[in-house]
């Protein structure tokens, strides 16, 4: 995909889940931007999906 494909944003995420996220993005392999994407595509194509997110508020973190 070629930049004139993509967006920039800027978002404001919680700190302590931002954190962790990049703790589990290195022992993966994973990124912010394959999250983003597929996220928004699932929100997009998958009733399932945009129901689950919608009502999702609990966004306490607890350490495993």
């Known amino acids: 995909m070629s930049n004139k494909e993509m967006t920039l944003t800027s ?3 919680n700190s ?11 022992k993966r392999k994973f990124s ?10 699932l929100y ?12 999702h508020t609990n966004l306490d973190f607890e350490e495993k």
Do not use: A, Y
């Open 11 to 13: 978002v404001k995420v």
């Open 16 to 26: 302590d889940l931002f954190h962790e996220f990049k703790v589990e993005c290195v």
């Open 32 to 41: 912010f931007q394959k999250l983003s994407d597929r996220t928004i595509h």
């Open 44 to 55: 997009l194509t998958d009733p399932e999906f945009r129901k689950m997110i919608t009502n």
